[in-house]
């Protein structure tokens, strides 16, 4: 039998049959010898043979109780962080068997992790490296267009090409700088300093930052919340993750519409709204605009290279909040974000 490969087990079924054995051979000696009161003797060497029997079962299963208890102190440490925790399994029998097993599944995991954060630093490094490298010849281009633009002043075509393909190198320089800030965060090499801040004033900067596109595409900003709002948060990285929604509000609005940016304060949490009254995203799409590189066959935008939305949740999440979208065909779309306050937790 496998229960008794294990020599505790083990011990305990031959403490229990020689117990049993000595109680057999002791009831018949008493009633061989036709001792007076037999009956009794025999009554009471069974009660002392069952409590020792119990004593010694106490005895062992507290004993296995202390194996368990440190077995689960030990998953407690791994999960807790210590990828150095094991259970120990210097014995033979299923129960050690299982432990071995959870070892070599701890054993996995760690392999699996240190994978896991040497694939995020090369890619953190592939990305970062072709960055830079394309820094300098985006440099070079947008030189390049500006003396077109300045030589080709009365070149109508030519002129027009250049604004083209201005608008084109500052989408390619979007799409480095949003890969390179992915990267980092997706590397956990991103550093956040958080500080209370006043959401009005991160939101004012944002508004500002709008005002001239708002101008020219003659669509409307509308802000509304009480000026007393503060989070605790790294100031540049929520004005980008709020940019970047506003942003997507803009690209998917026509002329004459409005973007409206709404904070609130409740017990334990601070809620930022973004809303717009514009074309609103298919159901279809609606659960993969956080997906990046994500192009929904039914948007008529060429300009977006869908990695804002996706860059916006993850710099959220960074700061323990979450962003939900709702949205309807031909009415518009409002992104919900909530931010928990530690000190009402």
């Known amino acids: 039998m496998k229960i008794l490969v294990n020599r505790k087990i083990k011990l305990l079924f031959y403490r229990i049959i020689f117990f049993i054995v000595v109680f057999s051979m002791l009831s018949i000696a008493l009633i061989m010898l036709r001792l007076k009161n037999a009956a009794w003797y025999v009554l009471v060497s069974s009660l002392c043979i069952d409590i020792l029997i119990l004593?010694?079962?106490?005895?062992?299963?507290?004993?296995?109780?202390k194996i368990m208890e440190n077995a689960v102190i030990q998953i407690k440490n791994y999960i807790s962080g210590n990828q150095n925790a094991r259970i120990e399994c210097d014995d033979e029998g299923e129960l050690y068997r299982l432990f071995h097993e959870v070892n070599s599944l701890v054993s996995i995991l760690n392999a699996h992790a240190e994978n896991e954060g040497n694939a995020?630093?090369?890619?953190?490094?592939?990305?970062?490296?072709?960055s830079h490298q394309l820094k300098t010849p985006l440099?070079?281009?947008?030189?390049y267009n500006g003396i077109l633009q300045k030589e080709a002043k009365d070149l109508p075509t030519i002129q027009e090409f250049t604004v083209l393909s201005e608008q084109e190198l500052d989408r390619i320089e979007i799409l480095v700088q949003n890969l390179l800030k992915i990267a980092k965060l997706d590397s956990g090499t991103i550093v956040i300093e958080k500080a209370i801040e006043n959401v009005p004033e991160m939101i004012n900067s944002i508004e500002r930052h709008f005002s001239y596109r708002a101008d020219q595409e003659e669509k409307k900003i509308?802000?509304?919340?009480d000026d007393t709002v503060s989070l605790l948060c790294d100031h540049n990285w929520i004005v980008e993750a709020i940019s970047n929604i506003v942003k997507n509000a803009f690209d998917h609005t026509k002329k004459g519409d409005i973007i409206?940016?709404?904070?609130?304060?409740?017990?334990s949490i601070v809620q930022i709204i973004v809303k717009d009254n514009g074309s609103g995203i298919h159901p279809e799409d609606l659960h993969h605009i956080f997906k990046r590189f994500y192009r929904s066959r039914f948007s008529k935008n060429t300009q977006g290279i869908g990695l804002g939305l996706p860059l916006a949740k993850s710099i959220i999440e960074t700061h323990n909040g979450t962003i939900e979208v709702d949205s309807e065909l031909g009415r518009g779309?409002?992104?919900t974000i909530n931010f928990l306050i530690p000190t009402k937790l």
């Open 260 to 267: 409206s940016i709404e904070w609130k304060q409740f017990a």
């Open 139 to 143: 440099a070079a281009l947008n030189v």
């Open 55 to 65: 004593a010694v079962g106490y005895w062992h299963f507290k004993e296995q109780n």
């Open 222 to 225: 509308c802000l509304s919340g």
């Open 333 to 335: 779309t409002i992104f």
């Open 120 to 130: 995020k630093r090369f890619l953190k490094g592939t990305i970062s490296d072709i």
